[in-house]
């Protein structure tokens, strides 16, 4: 089984700041892949950025990167820069490699503060 | 890009009745999609692995008789919810990859539909 960790459950910041926001995995998957998605008040899931478990490299897409700790299975992603429009909850999610199927976490809901 | 498109965006009905929503690729073709479920303020679970020509995949304790699920074609799927009581309020939402994918960020959702039963 899989699991997503996510300990904070509100977050504010303020803008143009960086923010990062916290998530741990367990698996017993030799393969899988981390993701995140941003989700607003609308409901829709917007995918940010993906790490698979065998990149050697942190994923960086624009404003955003995971911070990828294999050993300490963390996934951290880090907005640099926020702005307004990044205030929304925001999941972290695993899946078997190979396999759409995913696990999320309790999600954090971040506010971004003019 | 690849698109999901899902519909109703919102619906509402009466205790008692069933109500479709249908989750179609746009532009690829998926054997399986998946359709998961969302309380308010809560996460995503996972509901069932919606496969194309064979019965769905359902998850521990989702009801298979309530939830029914057919994926008659390689774009699309669809979730009946039936004999719909207010407990089923929520947010329900499908995603799809097309077929063959072996990179895993090609998960693409549906933009999610917001059942209401009164």
């Known amino acids: 089984a899989q699991k997503i960790t996510q300990t904070q459950p509100g977050m504010f910041v303020q803008e143009k700041e960086a923010v990062t926001l916290d998530c741990t995995y367990d698996?017993?998957?030799?393969?899988?892949?981390l993701f995140w998605y941003k989700q607003p008040s609308s409901g829709e899931m917007i995918f940010l950025i993906y790490?698979?478990?065998?990149?050697?490299q942190n994923a960086t897409e624009g404003r955003y990167s995971l911070n990828f700790q294999k050993a300490r299975k963390s996934a951290n992603l880090v907005i640099s820069a926020s702005q307004l429009g990044d205030s929304a909850m925001y999941f972290c999610?695993?899946?078997?490699?190979?396999?759409?199927?995913?696990?999320f976490g309790t999600g954090t809901r971040l506010t971004i503060i003019p | 890009g690849a698109v999901v498109s899902q519909h109703p965006s919102r619906v509402i009905c009466k205790s008692g009745t069933s109500v479709k929503i249908e989750c179609r690729s746009l532009?690829?073709?998926?054997?399986?999609m998946f359709w998961y479920r969302q309380f308010p303020k809560k996460s995503l679970m996972l509901m069932a692995t919606?496969?194309?020509?064979?019965?769905?995949?359902?998850e521990q304790g989702v009801e298979k008789d309530k939830f029914l699920i057919n994926h008659a074609s390689l774009t699309l799927s669809t979730l009946t919810v039936t004999s719909a009581h207010p407990e089923d309020s929520s947010f329900y939402i499908c995603?799809?990859?097309?077929?063959?994918?072996?990179?895993?960020?090609?998960?693409?959702f549906g933009e999610g539909s917001w059942l209401t039963v009164v």
């Open positions: 698996t017993s998957d030799p393969s899988y892949g």
């Open positions: 919606s496969n194309e020509g064979s019965k769905a995949t359902y």
């Open positions: 532009d690829f073709q998926a054997t399986t």
């Open positions: 999610a695993i899946s078997n490699f190979g396999n759409e199927k995913l696990t």
């Open positions: 995603s799809a990859s097309p077929t063959g994918n072996v990179v895993g960020n090609t998960i693409y």
């Open positions: 790490q698979g478990s065998y990149d050697q």
